[in-house]
């Protein structure tokens, strides 16, 4: 394999000081700056279609159901009957995408700080929203999403955290804080649950952030159930920790039928990597993995924060 | 994550035409040609020390016993009694360190055709053999594994095949056909096992030759149990499929709670990433991965080969 | 110089199989593919602005001065009296550019084959061809300069040979062989000279193309005088060599003062590379350049072309 | 030219941070720190084995001889008599080769604070130094240039300055003071010559170092020559400049002829680059060159040093 592309004009980003992902770019479909970060939408020849903030992939044409699918179904899945849900980010439109195919829901809210970013990603990527920002269903809200908590009085039956990786000096990281996840815990109603991307979770990287978001989650929570599934598009094996009050549905300990049965139940088609043998998959949490929760010592504070590196 | 690493020598991989993946490279231990392949064994600042055969990342230290607890433990876990197993290929020495764990295991019969690399890694990659050579249980045979199997009389009750990709020209491919299955078949003692290394399982590559692999065993083997892992310095998911005749075990129908005792009885310390958990979590495919193994029509033979790209 | 620029965008350049010139690139302007080249605009954080082609770089905002002024000055300055003046390729505008700075100049006939280029150029090299194409004296023509001159009937003063290297499969390379320079000459007015831009000339490249079209030239005409001059985006040094009949003026022979001189009569403002210590200079070839021009045998022909790598 | 090389291993150099040089890697021949600065000494694809420090190219084996020749003849030459010389740097051994090419030499001091690269480069590369250590009129010190020349009593005819370039921390800065060049004025016998290398010369590096060190020189001596040539592996032009007193010979103003009569005189053979007409080339710099100099105001002092970047 030792042929190059033919291109000549590549995508890199560093996944670390050491390693460098490089990507063939047919065309820049956009690349510019929002008040709160640099945005490129990128065509490339390994990953079809990407969304680029400040230098890291958010998700890509190939694989973005991947993610969003891993993100969303577990929690929205083990819901008894979700009807009114909260997405804090995901501004691509395909996290509310998965949220809609349950025809138990009554009201989505979506609030994504940067209105530029949606505005880009409804008009570029038409094949990750699919048209799901005009669902009547969908309440689009550009704040921020703590701030929106705050005031919410109607609880929600699920709260899906979708925001970028906490970067220093960037806008989500205090969305990864014991004080978001009291006041997340706050506003869900009895039974609710709430699920958050949380980092990368190989063997030199869980302990960047994956771990102290475990750690912290099992403060405020009583069911914390961490999964990963490997994304390509971004090198690496991603993080999510389901959580839950003690009313909860315990989303782990589902089995292959149940998923299977619930799936069948609300969800007429579309679904191309979940279902109950993917469920059991995703939580079964190599061994190391496990243990580098189980000895994580940090607990994330407005005070202490964690930042990705 | 700007920075670039003051390292200025780099490995570069083309995991495909269009992309691309570089490590920063430390100290290049070996670089040389065997007679059979072009040799390098590099110390990365990604990955630690890493083996690559003809531009290829075959293990690296800081996730070499992701893929090795991997390829060997299921099998050998799900099999009551294994004291005659043979691996080919494996020459780093870590595929028999793995099998070495197993306290009933009499004969390892390790046949890898390369000579030269087998000396490379013996004498470069102690983190990954750690003595297993020098082990009196294990014989070291440097010719072509079928024509060893062919010779061989005493049955095996466990076969792990652990040889490069199926390159066009390479020393690997008819490896991987079905006339060299059903010849490990008619090599295996009742209830005996086989496991193969059968490359990627991403969205975009699982087609390439995983599915093709998988459809073939599928002729050959009653039980047929397809299961995968990430592995960092691969840039990819590995998928490994586990085989038996009709009196075999069925690996991926092992709980948890199996999984575990068996370890405990048998493996005193030393797993880093299998366990129970972990078990279900390989077994646990992807939909889409699933899918493409039943929609696949390919069967490998001498005359029609599949080639890695 | 450790620090990578923030930039993700990069432009890689294969200047041979061992070399790459990567390039930060701000923005890309342009990519696509007419009917003969494949091109891209580019605005490069190194080099400013962009042509290239199949590629290869033609010219940046940064140093296509230091190319043109080299390419055009010392012939037009050389000629007494530049009157009609043909340009063969050149379509950024600035090899016009460069001519039309002559006030003796009444005619100037560019033949570029590639119409779509020559009006990208015009849209988004504004900076390369200053408004040139406007310049009532030039006649601009996309059809084949062969073909144009064959049928050629007054003679020019002045030939100018801008096009891509002889790529194979490519447009231009029959503009080097020696059928097409016996065609130039016979389409020379008396006193008149031709100059061409004749690929690189460092240590490991002189020997690709520009000995074997210095030999060539030499079969045809009286006066040939090759001369070099570094252009950072090429990431060589680049070879062009003037040639004229028997009553043509030695071009390499003028004086500083002479140059000076003439350059002074005639361009009012505008040079930033040229004058008559830059001649000096540019003539002034190593010897190892002179010696691999002596030492080469190859005589270019429409039956035996050479082709840059 | 879109074939990637099949060698894996590429050396990257910034030579901006927008702009990288790579270059293929077939073997790492060293690689290490010393006290002052970390080496590699490598053998690649396009430039053959080459000396790095710090992470910057000093020369390779397919060019050097250009550097050397361009570094050291020209003063070498202009000089009536040159008996006694003082190198400062010039680790790889091809400095000193070039000067003691001139019979009239007696006496050679090489001073090179770093014995550690010295050794280095005598070990692996042989072809840089072609036995010249051996040399008996060759005194090689290892201590500060500086410290050397205070304390030296016999004047010498000829001083080149062959350091790093003036990194900040880096061990080379205090060499281009005007505080440096008064104590190399006082120690040079009458007509005698400095020279040194003098970082690059293009469009939009001049101003970085070359202009300021110009301008520096021309405080201290009555006669300044600049000069540049094309380094391949350097990826730019470099410049070098001459100076002497008021009773030493203009560097730039001797003839093709004259320059070739001395070399006939004293040199029997080897030189590749240098004679009369490359001399005449050297010197004819650019414009742009002569006049980024002439606007340059900066005076460089142990106060106000300046910095490579």
Chains 1, 2, 3, 4 share one sequence.
């Not at 009957?81 to 829901?105: D, K, Q, S």
């Not at 782990?252 to 799936?263: G, K, L, P």
């Not at 061994?287 to 407005?302: D, G, M, P, S």
């Amino acid at each position: 394999m030792n042929g190059l592309s033919p291109r000549t004009l590549w995508y890199l980003e560093h996944l670390t000081p050491d390693l460098v992902q490089a990507s063939s770019v047919r065309q820049v479909i956009f690349e510019g700056d929002t008040p709160y970060q640099h945005v490129q939408v990128l065509e490339t020849g390994s990953f079809g279609r990407m969304l680029v903030l400040d230098g890291k992939t958010q998700s890509s044409e190939s694989d973005e159901w991947v993610y969003h699918e891993a993100l969303v179904q577990p929690v929205m899945v083990a819901h008894a009957n979700p009807r009114r849900v909260m997405v804090a980010g995901g501004g691509e439109g395909a996290t509310i995408r998965e949220v809609l195919r349950h025809g138990t829901v009554e009201e989505v809210v979506m609030v994504d700080l940067d209105k530029a970013v949606v505005d880009l990603c409804r008009e570029h990527l038409p094949a990750h929203h699919q048209g799901s920002f005009d669902d009547p269903r969908v309440s689009l809200l550009h704040e921020d999403a703590l701030a929106y908590l705050e005031q919410r009085e109607t609880p929600f039956d699920v709260i899906i955290i979708d925001v970028p990786d906490p970067l220093e000096g960037g806008p989500a990281y205090l969305l990864f804080t014991v004080e978001f996840y009291e006041l997340v815990r706050s506003r869900l109603a009895p039974g609710g649950l709430m699920v958050a991307q949380s980092g990368p979770t190989g063997p030199t990287t869980v302990r960047e952030v994956f771990t102290a978001i475990a750690r912290t989650m099992e403060r405020v929570f009583d069911e914390v159930s961490g999964y990963d599934v490997h994304i390509p598009s971004f090198g690496m094996t991603w993080g999510f920790i389901a959580c839950g009050g003690p009313d909860a549905p315990n989303v782990s300990a589902m089995s292959d039928t149940e998923v299977d049965a619930r799936v069948r139940e609300r969800i007429a088609s579309g679904l191309r990597f979940y279902d109950g043998t993917a469920h059991r998959g995703m939580f079964g949490l190599p061994k190391f993995v496990r243990e580098a929760v189980a000895a994580e010592k940090r607990i994330i504070t407005r005070d202490n924060p964690v930042f990705a590196v």
